[in-house]
């Protein structure tokens, strides 16, 4: 792992290179996305079986139970909203 550390330097610090950025702005913007989309569903698989496992005991607290499952998903919204906005 350390013999590549000074080839991870210079892709990361652009210092052989030219001016390019590493990433293409396109690739990023999917790339940002991606991951946003990800941490998404990683949040939602807790979150939606802690929901149905109260909802199972109290109906009652479905309402409550859907707010808390659609909240990670504002998290793609906004990524998407911001790739917009910069692009």
Not at 10 to 21: C, D, F, K, W, Y
Not at 26 to 35: D, Q
Not at 48 to 58: P, Q, R, S, W, Y
Request: hydrophobic share 60%; charged share 15%.
């Amino acid at each position: 792992m350390l013999e590549i550390a000074p080839e991870i330097a210079n892709v990361l610090l652009q210092e052989g290179g030219s001016g390019a950025p590493a990433i293409p702005e396109n690739s990023a913007a999917a790339l940002a996305v991606g991951l946003a989309a990800f941490g998404a569903g990683y949040a939602e698989r807790g979150i939606g079986a802690a929901a149905v496992g109260a909802v199972a005991e109290d109906s009652d607290l479905f309402v409550r139970g859907l707010i808390f499952t659609v909240l990670p998903e504002t998290l793609v919204i906004l990524a998407l909203v911001t790739i917009f906005l910069v692009g």
